[in-house]
């Protein structure tokens, strides 16, 4: 197969792929469809500019007059390479599991606060996930700063005494999230982003359970130096 006949089966099943996720019909040309599609879809968003590259080099290669379409340029092989490539990614992209598929050691919010803090230490953790009344939270170390802090206002820090739920009491709840094992590298990678877009408090983690239920067994965790180390998510 030609170099030109590939790179136009690759862009037709680009192309038909979304038009499925985002229910459009044949009249919406192709640069809309990658607009829509970024709107909806973290994979397409990451390449959406590349996409629209790849559209232009597609009208390059046929010629728009004749039917059936002639072929009037051959791209080179390092474009249908990558071509390629992030169309495979795109339709088939890495799933946080197993890429992120961990044992994820658990505490609950009763247990000591000396126990969690010796634990990050020795682990190298800035934060730990905690049951919390049957549903997973996150202590991070921030929290458990602000909770050192007002202790020490008061003159009464007691770590020895304290529990993890002490501590949770002072950390903010928007610093993690959960999801389901179906999100993709790229879904998580967009959560980490837009958290700092936004405005939002950081994201320390992303918790991950078979079905993205906070009350379910995390099999997974991913951190923003996680993704830092998946070179494929950046």
């Not at 994820?104 to 996930?129: G, R």
């Not at 179906?182 to 879904?187: Q, S």
Request: aromatic content about 8%; cysteine-free.
């Amino acid at each position: 197969m030609s170099n030109a006949k590939e790179f136009l089966k690759l862009y037709n099943e680009l192309t038909d792929y979304l038009r499925v996720i985002t229910r459009a019909d044949r009249s919406v040309p192709y640069t809309k469809l990658v607009d829509r599609a970024a709107e909806i879809d973290a994979p397409t968003k990451r390449v959406s500019n590349r996409l629209k590259d790849y559209g232009d080099l597609r009208n390059a290669i046929v010629h728009h007059r004749e039917y059936p379409e002639e072929i009037i340029a051959e791209p080179i092989n390092d474009a249908v390479i990558q071509f390629r490539t992030i169309v495979e990614e795109i339709r088939s992209p890495k799933k946080v599991i197993p890429t992120f598929e961990r044992t994820v050691q658990t505490f609950a919010a009763s247990e000591p606060l000396a126990k969690a803090l010796s634990f990050m230490l020795e682990s190298d953790f800035s934060q730990i996930p905690v049951v919390r009344d049957g549903t997973l939270t996150l202590l991070t170390v921030e929290g458990i700063a602000k909770w050192l802090e007002d202790q020490a206002r008061h003159d009464s820090v007691v770590i020895s005494e304290a529990t993890i739920e002490d501590a949770l009491r002072k950390d903010i709840t928007s610093t993690f999230l959960v999801m389901s094992s179906d999100h993709n590298v790229y879904d998580a990678r967009e959560a980490f982003a837009t958290s700092l877009e936004r405005g939002r408090p950081r994201l320390f983690a992303i918790l991950i359970t078979r079905s993205g239920d906070p009350r379910d067994r995390p099999i997974g965790i991913i951190t923003p130096w996680d993704l830092l180390e998946d070179r494929s998510a950046l």
